[in-house]
């Protein structure tokens, strides 16, 4: 493919040591290393450091790529893994007991009906979510991004063809809706009057 070609090309030039080759890889695949940091929960500055780190890496490897043409592929995983390191990291055990006797426990506000029903729809929709294939939460999130990642970065973040995130999109949320969680959450709504509908 032409495009596959051009890449090839860049990174051959890159590897050489071409300033302006490497710009333009910059400019094909940094959307996508941006657009994978932000889909894995990282806020703009962790998602700017893990950019960074991504194109060093790659500059690194440069010379060592087996296949120059997987190069977009190549940063799309090495950026999920970056981020998915540095959201790891961001998330910091909280002793509620010490906190509570610095008196730093803010007051608990009281919870209606409405609020505890939207808590449990919630949790039932992360339950559901973690229990989904490793590739349809990779999917949905790059999906649910804000704003959405477009279809053609998904395609080479996740290497599938443009015409086929559609339909996989519906059979994750096929999967996601047929959880015992999310069925629960459907027997609430009937018994409570939400209305959600018949399961299909």
Not at 89 to 101: M, N, Q, S
Not at 122 to 127: E, F, K
Not at 189 to 199: A, F, L, Q
């Amino acid at each position: 493919m032409e495009a596959d070609d051009q890449v090839v090309a860049l990174v051959a030039r890159a590897a050489g040591g071409d300033q302006a080759a490497y710009e333009a890889l910059v400019d094909r695949f940094g959307r996508l290393v941006w657009h994978i940091a932000r889909s894995c929960g990282l806020d703009g500055d962790d998602a700017a450091d893990v950019s960074q780190t991504v194109w060093l890496r790659f500059v690194e490897q440069l010379p060592r790529l087996r296949e120059p043409a997987r190069a977009g592929a190549w940063l799309a995983t090495t950026a999920r893994r970056e981020a998915m390191a540095v959201a790891h990291r961001r998330v910091r055990p909280i002793d509620l007991v010490e906190l509570e006797d610095r008196g730093g426990l803010p007051p608990v506000p009281p919870l209606d009906a409405s609020t505890l029903e939207a808590d449990e729809r919630a949790s039932a929709v992360r339950q559901a979510f973690s229990d989904l294939p490793q590739w349809c939460r990779a999917l949905l999130r790059l999906l649910c991004a804000d704003p959405p990642t477009p279809y053609r970065v998904v395609a080479v973040a996740l290497d599938m063809a443009v015409g086929s995130i559609g339909p996989s999109r519906q059979r994750c949320l096929a999967q996601l809706s047929r959880h015992p969680a999310m069925a629960c959450i459907s027997e609430g709504g009937r018994r409570s009057g939400g209305g959600m509908g018949r399961p299909s």
